[in-house]
């Protein structure tokens, strides 16, 4: 097996006073050669040094930053929720080149421990507390992501504060220059150059920070937050409660992730808001046991399949309506339900799935009568497909089905709500009209003619 050989630690002998240089923090590939682990002489506390990178050293725009946040962090080291720094170089007070922090773990270690949402949402309600009072201060960190966010002294810390904005401090920054992680990014922080307000791009970054350790994702999905939108949907990773508390919190998210900032939360109302949520959601909401098979379960947020059948049917529906009034009747389709089922006479043209045969994940059934006949729809989901079978039949004088005239279907399996599967709905019930047409034409001739 081919042996990775690390090149020559560039850092090794780098002296910091009243610090042992122990070595690389990261793995050696990663190539963050200057984040070294570090203890004080003659202790054993462990901690982080941080180094200015060899890179940066010609370049101003980097250098001006990490002085910023070195000397200016140290200014927070007793503000509470802030990853104090330990100690600094003060060979040029103004000009930093090294600083030491507490090595503390990463929040994200308590949130995938969390089993109620309501742990996730009280540990990012301190982190909102945290930059609420940094927003005091007139400080923001356009940086928050999971792996900024720390467990220190049995509490959430805020560290990193690369790209601050500082008060006081003019910043350097291209107009066309991104700031901050990209999956976590505020719309406006993609051209931070230009924006003339960054002030609350930490509230859409926290609340994507919220989302992703909520469902135990590495990264959040892009765009702002809908109720509506299946991938902000927390039921795929928490057992329903009932009262609403999974849309109740993404509607928090979609104000605090809003495109614009003047529609976005401030940093004071995303922390307000997720305490009233902490408070009217008292009742934990648990993990959901794994799934088995096809079994589908939602609250708040409608899942895809719930949306599925409901569109499905409302296709269904109109499509009878469109049968019923093209053919002369003024009644409205019957729509099948536990004590009234819509029973088909024919067996379908349906692939086996189990020992019984044909089991949908879900469906939906009309039934329109005409003049002594009836015609039949039904539509099965599988997965996420759908596909629409249909009867005309005969009946007596109760409407009841006394023959079947003709099976239609089903129609090509094909994706739920889309317009292609529309159109193979509207083809089936083309077929049917036709059909129903000229048996009622039949039936209204002269005997002999």
Do not use: C
Not at 300 to 329: K, M
């Amino acid at each position: 097996m081919p042996q990775y050989n690390a090149p020559d630690d560039p850092y090794k002998h780098v002296m910091v006073p009243g610090w042992d240089n122990i070595g690389p923090l990261t793995p050696t590939w990663s190539a963050k050669w200057f984040v070294r682990e570090a203890k004080p002489l003659g202790g054993t506390t462990e901690a982080v040094l941080k180094l200015i990178p060899d890179r940066l050293k010609n370049n101003k725009k980097q250098l001006d930053r990490f002085y910023a946040e070195a000397t200016e962090a140290y200014k927070l080291r007793d503000v509470y929720g802030v990853l104090p720094l330990l100690d600094i170089d003060r060979t040029d007070p103004a000009k930093p080149e090294w600083y030491v922090t507490p090595r503390a773990r990463m929040l994200r270690e308590q949130t995938d421990k969390a089993l109620a949402l309501q742990t996730v949402v009280e540990l990012i309600s301190n982190v909102a507390a945290i930059l609420e009072r940094l927003a005091q201060r007139g400080i923001y960190h356009r940086d928050i992501k999971p792996a900024n966010i720390f467990w220190h002294d049995n509490a959430p810390a805020v560290g990193d504060f690369g790209i601050a904005l500082w008060p006081g401090i003019e910043g350097r920054t291209r107009a066309d220059e991104r700031l901050g992680p990209e999956a976590f990014l505020a719309p406006e922080m993609r051209q931070a150059g230009r924006a003339s307000d960054t002030t609350r791009a930490d509230v859409y970054s926290l609340s994507k920070t919220l989302f992703a350790l909520a469902m135990a994702l590495e990264y959040p999905p892009d765009g702002t937050h809908r109720t509506d939108a299946e991938q902000f949907n927390f039921s795929r990773r928490w057992k329903a409660d009932h009262a609403g508390a999974g849309k109740a919190l993404t509607h928090v998210l979609e104000a605090a992730t809003a495109y614009y900032v003047e529609d976005r939360l401030t940093m004071a109302e995303f922390s307000g808001e997720l305490d009233h949520w902490l408070t009217q959601y008292p009742e934990r909401i648990t993990l959901k046991e794994p799934e088995i098979g096809p079994v589908r379960s939602g609250w708040g947020p409608i899942t895809n399949y719930q949306r599925d059948l409901a569109e499905t049917g409302v296709s269904l529906f109109r499509a009878g309506i469109t049968i019923a009034r093209a053919l002369g009747s003024d009644s409205d389709p019957r729509e099948e339900d536990h004590e009234h089922p819509v029973a088909m006479l024919g067996t379908g043209d349906w692939p086996v799935n189990s020992p019984e045969g044909f089991e949908p994940d879900g469906s939906k059934a009309i039934e329109v009568r005409i003049q002594g006949y009836s015609v039949a729809l039904v539509s099965a989901l599988w997965g996420d497909e759908v596909a629409t079978a249909a009867e005309v039949r005969t009946t007596d004088q109760e409407g009841n089905p006394t023959g079947l005239v003709e099976e239609f279907g089903p129609t090509p399996w094909s994706r739920a709500r889309m317009p292609s599967t529309q159109a193979h709905l509207n083809h089936l019930f083309e077929q049917v009209m036709g059909r129903l047409a000229a048996e009622l034409n039949a039936a209204r001739r002269p005997a002999g003619q």
